[in-house]
Every structure is written in C-alpha cells, then in structure tokens.
C-alpha cells in the first residue's frame, strides 16, 4: 500500500486569499501548506470541505492579554483563555503587549510578560521599548494619553528616533490628554458621572489634534507609525491627508468603531460601562467614513484591541457598585467576535467583499507587521493557520457562547450569518464543532523584524531646508 501523500487534505473548499477566490483542495504536510490544487491525491486525514470556505486564520494585530490598565486592574483574561477565546473565532495570531506603566522596568516586564505567554495555545507575539527591538519585539504601542501610561511630546521624540535606529514600527494611542482630563474634571464636578459621560469627555477633536502632532513629529524623525483604533470621520481624514503627502503612516480600526455607537454606553445605571473603552464609538457617521477609508486604503487593518474587564470588583466595578465614568477600566473583549462580525457584514451582506476581508483581517496585518508569507494567507509553503467558514450558519450572539473569561460580551444579540467550524494551527486541528482540542501552551512566541512598513522614507523634514540642514546632525 503506498503512503498517503499529504498529513492532511481539506477537499472541496472554496479558498479565498486577499486577493482571489477559487475552488481547490489544500494539502497539509508537517505544519505548513504543501499544495493547493484540484484532486490532490489523498491526506492521512481529510476535511471534506465541501460548501465551506477556506480562509487563512485571521491576524490580530492588537490585543491586550494578562495587561494592568492604566488606573492598575487586570484583564479578565490569561494568555490560555484569550487565545483559545481567539481561536474559536477563527484568529491564529495574536500581537499582544506588555504594559510597562511608569516606574516599571523594562526587561523585567518583558520576562515576566513571556512567562505568562507560555500559557497561551495560538501564535503570540509581543512588542515593546527600543532596547528589546534585537529580540524580536519589533513594534512599540506608545500612549499619549491614559495617567500612568501617557507620554509626553519630547521623550516621544527619543522614541520615535530609538524606534528609527533600530528598524521598529512605533504604534500609537493617540489621543490629546490635556482636552481629556479637562473634559473630564469639568463634567464630574457637575456631577455628569454616568458611562455615557465618557463618551462626550473624548471629545472628537482630542482624536485629528493627537493624529496631526503625532504625524508632525514622525514626519521630522522619518519614522513610520501606525495610529491605532481610529474612531472619528476627522481622525480617517487626518491619515488620509498624510498618507496624500507621501508620509508613512499606517492606520487601524476595530469592530467597536464599526457597529457600535455612543448611544450603546446610554443604558440604566451603570450598565452601559461594559460598552466603555477608548477611544469611545462615536456615530454612525463615523461608522460610514470608516467603512470609506478601509475601501480606500486609508485604514489598512481591523484588530480587536481586545481589552477584556468582568463586569464586577475584579474589573469595570472594581471602584464600587456605582463609579463614575473615570472611575471605570476602559476597554471591550473582542478576540471571539472580530471576525464572525466582519464576515457577515462583508461577505454575508457583501460590504467590500471577502478578498477585502482576507485582506483587512489576516494579510495587510501579517505584511505590516512582518509575518507576511509565514501567516496571513493560503500559499503553499506558508503555515497552515487556517479558517474553515460554513458561510450559511446563522448565530446569535451571546455571553454565554464567549471562551474568554469576561462574562460578556458587547454584540450580544446579534444575529450573523458565517461562522468559522474548523480552525487550523500550524497543521493541527484547534477547533472542530465547537470544540477545543488543543493543549495550553502550544502556541509559539514569533520573533520578528520591523520589516518594510517599518523602515525609512529617506526624506528627512529636517532636511527639506538645504540652508539650514542640521537634520543630520541632530538625529
Ligand atoms: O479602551 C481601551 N482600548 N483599552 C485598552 C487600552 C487601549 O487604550 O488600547
Ligand atoms: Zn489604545
Ligand atoms: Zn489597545
């Protein structure tokens, strides 16, 4: 008898990459694609794949897993917990990171980091300060604002220069602080304490004034950024504009931004907490300029910014039963449900289609950040993270259907239409009907360069004044 040519052959399935959709068989040997054709001679095992899609596991370029928040709490998550949550959502790589709040210091931040992240069961990948650049940490999150994470326009400066010396892309929450907390003080001293509230203290113009610094300083230093969660009309055009002038300025959104809207922190009580994070959802205006600036290119990726607090003393309540809106840890869980989310709004009912979907959710973010042709698409020779979707199942979301540790979630109630059935991990079957069947701790840490979204235009602002060119001298 002769051996079966593949480890294992998912057949019949509708493949889709970002930039084509085919019927073939995908051939899996070791842990990576061997083959993508049609009549593959059989697997040692087979997925009959027939009405599914087959779909490269999605890339989720931002999350925040076993992180303090700025005022200090814990995510409701552990690394197993967030990304088997993942997983069972279709996501196989994760870039998590490792808070360094004020007075902490680095390299023990990342250990301690790394220790928890040897629990987790998908890719892991984590970022930080210019010093670990050489390890593999190849992007920085910086914030400009949060109280014990913010950082100031000048040491911005020496990090956006460490981040250029040492080939790193620098990721920013951007966000002006100083309108922040001012907004702030001035609606809780007229006791206006409700969540809603925190909405309205993010005033949209704290989002374009952070944004257009941010650029302005980057542009002088020559090094690239990616603005994360962009929430406003006025924040997409902002990067539309820079992008225009030949600045490299990469930009995300997330789900939140999408489909939900102020009006979801407008409930009895404090209910409305559990819809809180930052930037906060705003209109659907902006909804639409998003959706706009993702077909335009302007937005390159949809990451979760998974930032998961139990609705309880643990997390949102941990300052009481009745905190006001700056008494509450921001953030939303959101690992499980980006995907199912954008499957159905773009393949289901067809906004952008599903070559945009690959694109948004698993190939721009594996490019970006430097895991592009390892992760992110369906070619032979990359890791078989795959995504297998019955486009036909019909969800309902729920609390209670969630895998991470938070109790609920956000979307409750919403009805989609495509779900991921089978996930893939480096060749091995993670999730089948609704089931785990991996063990924690068999995810793997990616080390990894800056790449090219991290590098240099080569045209310093400094050096734009031929009379006056110290832009050498100074950086
Ligand atoms: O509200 C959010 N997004 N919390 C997580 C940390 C951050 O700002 O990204
Ligand atoms: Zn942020
Ligand atoms: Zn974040």
Redesign the pocket.
């Known amino acids: 008898m002769t051996e079966p040519a593949y480890d294992l052959l998912i057949r019949g399935g509708r493949v889709a990459t970002a930039s084509d959709v085919f019927d073939a068989d995908v051939a899996i040997s070791g842990e990576t694609i061997a083959a993508i054709g049609r009549a593959l001679p059989g697997g040692r095992r087979e997925i009959d794949a027939r009405g599914k899609l087959v779909l490269p596991g999605g890339v989720d370029s931002h999350a ?1 897993i076993e992180q303090l ?1 700025a005022a200090g709490i814990m995510n409701a998550d552990t690394f197993e917990s967030a990304t088997v949550s993942a997983a069972f959502g279709g996501t196989t790589t994760v870039i998590p990171f490792a808070a360094q709040h004020v007075g902490m210091k680095l390299p023990q931040v990342l250990e301690d980091y790394h220790a928890l992240a040897r629990r987790g069961a998908v890719e892991t990948l984590e970022t930080d300060l210019p010093a670990l650049i050489k390890q593999g940490h190849a992007s920085i999150k910086i ?1 400009m604002t ?1 109280d014990r994470l913010k950082i100031e326009d000048e040491p911005l400066l020496d990090i956006l220069l460490a981040a250029r010396d040492g080939g790193a892309l620098l990721c920013a ?1 951007a966000e002006n602080h100083g309108i922040i907390s001012w907004m702030v003080k001035r609606l809780l001293a007229r006791g206006y304490t409700d969540p809603k509230y925190h909405a309205i203290s993010h005033a949209r113009v704290s989002e374009a004034e952070a944004f257009n610094r941010l650029i302005g300083m980057a542009a002088l230093i020559d090094q690239p950024i990616m603005i ?2 962009v929430s406003t009309a006025e924040g997409a055009k902002v990067i539309r504009d820079a992008r225009g002038q030949g600045l490299k300025v990469f930009a995300e959104t997330c789900p939140q931004y999408l489909f939900l809207t102020a009006d979801d922190l407008d409930k009895p009580g404090v209910e409305g907490a559990k819809w ?3 930037p906060p959802p705003r209109r659907v205006s902006d909804q639409e300029a998003l959706w706009l600036a993702l077909a335009l290119g302007d937005l390159q990726t949809i990451s979760s ?1 998974h ?1 998961p607090y139990r609705f309880d003393e643990t997390g949102k309540l941990r300052a009481g039963a009745n905190p006001n809106f700056k008494q509450v840890a ?3 869980p959101g690992l499980e449900v980006r995907l199912p989310l954008l499957f159905d709004a773009m393949v289901s009912k067809g906004r952008l289609g599903i070559e945009k979907f690959v694109e948004l959710t698993a190939t721009a973010p594996a490019r970006i950040y430097n895991l592009h042709p390892r992760k992110g698409s369906i070619a032979v020779g990359a890791d078989a993270d795959i995504a297998i979707w019955d486009p036909q199942r019909e969800v309902t979301l729920s609390d209670e259907m969630m895998h991470d540790l938070t109790g609920y979630t956000p979307f409750a109630g919403r009805k989609l239409r495509g779900w991921p059935v089978t996930v893939l991990s480096r060749g091995r079957v993670i999730v089948a009907d609704g089931k785990r069947s991996v063990e924690a701790g068999s995810g793997r840490f990616l080390a990894r360069t800056g790449g090219e979204a991290a590098k240099p235009t080569g045209r310093l602002v400094a050096d734009m004044d031929p009379e006056r060119n110290f832009g050498a001298r100074l950086l």
């Open positions: 925040h928040s914030f949060y929450h994360f969660h809180m994070c930052s910014d930032a921001n953030g939303l």
